[in-house]
């Protein structure tokens, strides 16, 4: 079955600072691999997906994640956080032919100025 | 292009009544979700519907959930007789039925439940 973890509930880091959230799943196949941000009370926004080609993808807010398919692994990465960045985050797999979204359970960003 | 559009935003019910949630998908968009938020987790799905048909409701717990969609455009998510742990966000989402492109599931600002 597809799943998704993310090891880290909280974290913390300091304004300025580089930042990476851990993402790890399980597919069977080539999986479509996605990271959305979600600001308190707010949806779920796209930040940046994998599909297929260079391992390496850029998305908004100087976003960028890797995917390492030896690892299982989709992690995001910024060099320098932003205060405006604390929200949570999670990580998704999408589930081949039936385009399903299996979402992780989130990781807690919190900035201190 | 407006978003996927959700109503009500909140809602406060005591246990035993029932509920329902309104979703609006983006235009053209034949996959719809409904996923549910409990606090401090991530988007659990409940249902996907594949314009008006189920593509998956497994974990949908039938004997107090329903969703429709009727002609394949909005939905409604029901809950009768609620309960207390229903307390959570709702989430509508859609997304075209592809891998290719742009695809990216496109998500409401949710309804927050809270089940007294």
């Known amino acids: 079955a597809q799943s998704v973890t993310q090891p880290d509930i909280h974290i913390t880091v300091s304004e300025g600072a580089s930042l990476e959230l851990r993402c790890n799943y399980s597919y069977g196949a080539t999986p479509y691999l996605f990271w959305y941000v979600q600001s308190p009370g707010q949806g779920l926004q796209l930040l940046l997906k994998?599909?297929?080609?260079?391992?390496l993808v850029q998305g908004i807010k100087g976003f960028e994640a890797e995917f390492k398919r030896s690892q299982s692994s989709f992690n995001l990465r910024k060099p320098s956080v932003h205060w405006s960045d604390a929200a949570e985050y999670f990580c998704?797999?999408?589930?081949?032919?039936?385009?399903?979204?299996?979402f992780g359970t989130g990781t807690r960003l919190k900035v201190l100025a | 292009e407006a978003g996927v559009a959700q109503s009500p935003r909140y809602k406060i019910i005591e246990k035993r009544q029932s509920v329902a949630f309104w979703c609006n998908p983006i235009s053209g968009h034949a996959t719809l979700y409904w996923y549910q938020q409990i606090l401090g987790q991530g988007p659990k799905l409940l249902i996907q519907f594949q314009n008006n048909g189920v593509v998956d409701d497994s974990q949908l717990p039938k004997d107090r959930f329903s969703a429709e969609r009727l002609k394949g455009v909005d939905s409604t998510l029901k809950i009768q007789p609620a309960k207390l742990e229903d307390s959570a966000v709702y989430l509508c989402?859609?997304?075209?039925?592809?891998?290719?492109?742009?695809?990216?599931?496109?998500f409401g600002q949710g309804t927050r439940l809270t089940v007294v």
């Open positions: 989402a859609s997304s075209l039925a592809s891998w290719e492109g742009n695809t990216e599931a496109f």
């Open positions: 994998y599909f297929s080609g260079d391992t």
């Open positions: 998704a797999v999408g589930a081949g032919g039936t385009y399903k979204y299996i």
